[in-house]
T-cell receptor, first 119, second 112 residues
Framework: DAGITQSPRHKVTETGTPVTLRCHQT?????MYWYRQDPGHGLRLIHY???????DKGEVSDGYSVSRSKTEDFLLTLESATSSQTSVYFC??????????????????FGPGTRLLVL | GQQVMQIPQYQHVQEGEDFTTYCNSS?????IQWYKQRPGGHPVFLIQ?????EVKKQKRLTFQFGEAKKNSSLHITATQTTDVGTYFC????????????FGEGTQLTVNP
């Protein structure tokens, strides 16, 4: 699974509290992503990173911030959690293809997910 | 913006029946990817199709990429209970190939 871990795996928190989710990878992948998954919405991109300290917004970035101070870690922070942020959060990396397979670089590998419940 | 749509959203089959899910993009794709997510699990990359009209097989799974590179299908022959899960298609965004647009997925249940 491309050496991706997420922590915590489960979290229950209260509305208004800050929450930080961690994604850790061991294979030096440049691109990392945070998605949320909700019934009826598939996978929606929150933020992504294309290198240390280089991040950009996805389609559902409001209420979330990210940081990437080292290649292996990509942190997702809910500044003040709301019930609408109850979801399953997946981290992903973009595969690094060989020089003979450029397109393979665009495939993604996902971490095990974090289930977050905001009460 | 770019949209990727999948139908059906849900499919219930008896074990041994065939299953097909369809994926349609609002824009031409450089490639299409398919992922499977088992219940309670995470999405797992299955396959990538690149060429117009391409067909690839993985055992009982057959993947096709349309001639216009805007649609794709996944067909499972003689489903088994191990096929249960949600199947997603995804394509790179035109404006940023490092990002993928995912379809909403087709949830397959198989009755033994």
């Amino acid at each position: 699974d491309a050496g991706i871990t997420q922590s915590p795996r489960h979290k229950v928190t209260e509305t208004g509290t800050p929450v930080t989710l961690r994604c850790h990878q061991t294979e030096n992948h440049r691109y990392m992503y945070w998605y949320r998954q909700d019934p009826g919405h598939g996978l929606r991109l929150i933020h992504y990173s294309y290198g240390v300290k280089d991040t950009d917004k996805g389609e559902v970035s409001d209420g979330y911030s990210v940081s990437r101070s080292k290649t292996e870690d990509f942190l997702l922070t809910l500044e003040s959690a709301t019930s609408s942020q109850t979801s399953v959060y997946f981290c992903a990396i973009r595969a690094t293809g060989t020089s003979f397979s450029e397109m393979a670089k665009e495939t993604q590998y996902f971490g095990p997910g974090t289930r977050l419940l905001v009460l | 913006g770019q949209q990727v749509m999948q139908i059906p959203q849900y499919q219930h089959v008896q074990e041994g029946e065939d299953f097909t899910t369809y994926c349609n993009s609002s824009t031409t794709l450089s490639n299409i990817q398919w992922y499977k997510q088992r219940p309670g699990g995470h999405p797992v990359f299955l396959i990538q199709l690149v060429k117009s009209g391409e067909v690839k097989k993985q055992k009982r799974l057959t993947f096709q990429f349309g001639e216009a590179k805007k649609n794709s299908s996944l067909h499972i022959t003689a489903t088994q209970t191990t096929d249960v899960g949600t199947y997603f298609c995804a394509g790179p965004r035109k404006t940023s190939g490092s990002r993928l647009t995912f379809g909403e997925g087709t949830q397959l249940t198989v009755n033994p």
